[in-house]
């Protein structure tokens, strides 16, 4: 190894909702990147590649370039005399630039949401209404007999959650791996996760809520007619089956991704698989645990739900918190027109959102914080240029279990982080309220 070179043990990936912890990087000073990740996925691997220290102007105003205190100044120009400005994003970035960004939001009186209102905000919306019996990874990969995964496709877009947490590894009461767990896979399509499923069953699209409901009633001892399968493509043969093997297993898990919270039904779905894991706690352990994307979106909703009591959509107007989805979720807000300034952290609604909400974006200053240029940074009024989590920037980001998880970056960029700009913004926004 050269003298520019060095290895940072037990880095972690942001990548995706896993947020593996046992990485090893090795860095190049000179070029300032990663030339290896150790235990990366090929969505790790190249994550990490691609995140170079790039010469990107800090700030950009009106699509010229500024430095980052004149780019701070003009954010909270913007903030302060905006009449319903909103925050939006935060699934990418620490637990400690989240706080900055809910208390800007408390200030403003604005409205502040996460991208979890375009992924598991259903299950958000279910875990407050019905309850949620969960448990660690850890503790899923040392005891779990049962693996049944709803409405994702792990192989694709978490690679090593078979590996490390829900299928292949072996664990204290498991001590065989993959010969002493059942894993049934739920979906619409068979993906390249079907081959690694030991049972795998195709519901017909817009019916898991129907499969759900079907299989509480079994639990309980209800009977089921047969024309169940006309509806949801599932024999009820099939589903007697896999209550028998829920209830007798000694500890089964329910993970459940967007195949089942952003189809037909939503939260009642969501709902509807949390209700049969606690349904199925009369007769063994089980646990429902979502499946999430982004690297920090579970930090989003722990940081938002710890200082608001809710995890997305929430406003301030009032100078008290309300969430109601539909109402203060980003997307809706803009597809209504409503908004006067938005702030983006770290995501790309530009990239995503429907085409009023993004229609609405183009027609009011939009203030952005992107480790490189995206589509909503360059439709923005000021875009900050700042260091990547988890590669330039230490803090705290939340597992999809809710397990917090200390980064270990692995070199410094020129760039400040998110949470830094944030302060700045807060600090001058005091300031400009103070002397009003
Ligand atoms: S599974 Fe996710 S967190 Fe783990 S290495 Fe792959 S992309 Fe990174």
């Excluded at 000179?30 to 990366?40: F, G, L, Q, S």
């Excluded at 005891?143 to 959650?161: F, M, S, T």
């Excluded at 037909?264 to 779905?269: E, I, S, V």
């Excluded at 109402?327 to 009023?356: K, Y």
């Amino acid at each position: 190894m050269s003298e520019n070179t060095k290895v940072v043990e037990n880095a972690t990936c942001t990548f995706c909702g896993c947020v593996c912890d046992d990485m090893d990087l090795t860095v190049d000073l000179d070029e300032h990147r990663i030339t290896k990740a150790k235990n990366a996925c090929v969505l790790g691997r190249a994550w990490f590649a691609e995140h170079t220290v790039e010469a990107y102007p800090a700030a950009l105003i009106d699509g010229k370039e500024a430095t980052t205190e004149e780019a701070v100044e003009a954010a909270a120009q913007i903030l302060v005399n905006a009449r319903f400005p909103i925050i939006y994003g935060m699934s990418d970035t620490t637990c400690e630039a989240q706080k900055q960004a809910v208390a800007i939001a408390n200030y403003l009186r604005a409205n502040i949401d996460t991208t979890t209102s375009v992924c598991h905000g259903p299950s958000g919306m279910a875990f407050q209404g019905v309850g949620e019996s969960s448990a660690t990874l850890g503790e899923i990969k040392n005891r779990a007999d049962l693996v049944i995964y709803w409405g994702g496709n792990p192989a694709e877009a978490h690679p090593r959650h078979f590996t490390r947490y829900g299928v292949t590894p072996k664990g204290m009461y498991i001590p065989n791996g993959k010969k002493d767990r059942t894993m049934v896979l739920v979906d619409v399509r068979e993906t390249p996760s079907a081959p690694v499923a030991d049972i795998f069953l195709r519901v017909k699209p817009g019916t898991d809520f129907e499969v759900l409901w079907a299989l509480r009633a079994l639990v309980k001892g209800r009977t089921i007619d047969s024309s169940i399968e006309e509806k949801t493509g599932i024999p009820l043969e099939t589903l007697e089956d896999l209550v028998e093997r829920m209830k007798s297993c000694q500890f089964g898990v329910l993970f459940f991704g967007m195949g089942l919270t952003m189809t037909r039904g939503r939260h009642f779905n969501s709902g509807a698989l949390l209700a049969l894991a606690s349904d199925l706690n009369e007769f063994t352990h089980f646990v429902a645990n979502p499946v999430r994307g982004h690297g920090n979106v579970t930090g989003a909703d722990n940081v938002v739900s710890w200082q608001t009591g809710y995890p997305f959509g929430v406003n301030f107007n009032r100078g008290y918190p309300r969430f109601n989805p539909g109402e203060f979720t980003t997307a809706d807000v803009l597809a209504r027109g409503e908004a006067d300034a938005a702030c983006i952290i770290a995501s790309d609604p530009a990239s995503n959102f429907s085409r009023p909400a993004i229609e609405h974006l183009m027609k009011i200053p939009v203030i952005t914080f992107d480790p490189k240029p995206s589509v909503t940074s360059k439709l923005a009024k000021v875009a900050f240029t700042t260091a990547t989590y988890g590669i330039n920037v230490p803090g705290t980001v939340y597992r999809m279990d809710d397990v917090p998880i200390t980064l270990r970056p692995a070199f410094e960029s020129p760039y400040p982080s998110d949470e830094d700009v944030l302060t700045a913004i807060k600090n001058r926004i005091l300031e400009l309220k103070a002397a009003a």
